[in-house]
C-alpha cells in the first residue's frame, strides 16, 4: 500500500486546513486509516483515525471538536479537516493504514503503511 498525503501549508491560528491522503489499496475499505503528526523535537503522536465507511471514527483529546477525519472508499482517500487550529498544531502530519481487528488503534508501531508526510504550521 502506498500513501500520499497532501494539503499541508501556512495558516494563521484560528484558521483552516484539509489534509488528503491518496491510497493505492486495492480494498481500501478494508484498511483503518490513521493521521498521525510529529513536531520537532517530539515524538509521532496520534490524532485520528478512521475505519470501514468511515462511519467508526476516534481522536485524540486535544483535536476532539476541531478536526474531523473523513473517507471515500470509492475514491481509496482519507482527509482530515482541521478547523481552529492552534500553533501548538504545527508539525508534519502523516496518514497511515493498517489491517486490523483492534479498534480504536492509536500506536505508531501498529500501522503497517505511511506516507511522507505533509508540514502544517500555524502562526500566531
Known amino acids: 500500500v502506498q500513501l500520499q498525503a497532501s494539503g499541508g501549508g501556512l495558516v494563521q491560528a484560528g484558521g483552516s486546513l484539509r489534509l488528503s491522503c491518496a491510497a493505492s489499496?486495492?480494498?481500501?475499505?478494508?484498511?483503518?486509516m490513521g493521521w498521525f503528526r510529529q513536531a520537532p523535537g517530539k515524538e509521532r503522536e496520534f490524532v485520528a483515525a478512521?475505519?470501514?465507511?468511515?462511519?467508526?471514527?476516534y481522536y485524540a483529546d486535544f483535536v476532539k471538536g476541531r478536526f474531523t477525519i473523513s473517507r471515500d472508499n470509492a475514491g481509496n482517500s482519507v482527509y482530515l479537516q482541521m478547523d481552529s487550529l492552534k500553533p501548538e498544531d504545527t508539525a508534519v502530519y502523516y496518514c497511515?493504514?493498517?489491517?486490523?481487528?483492534?479498534?480504536?488503534?492509536?500506536?505508531?508501531?501498529?500501522?503497517?503503511?505511511w506516507g511522507q508526510g505533509t508540514l502544517v504550521t500555524v502562526s500566531s
Open positions: 489499496a486495492r480494498t481500501f475499505s478494508a484498511y483503518v
Open positions: 478512521s475505519r470501514w465507511s468511515g462511519g467508526t471514527t
Open positions: 497511515a493504514a493498517r489491517l486490523t481487528n483492534n479498534w480504536p488503534e492509536t500506536r505508531t508501531s501498529e500501522y503497517n503503511y
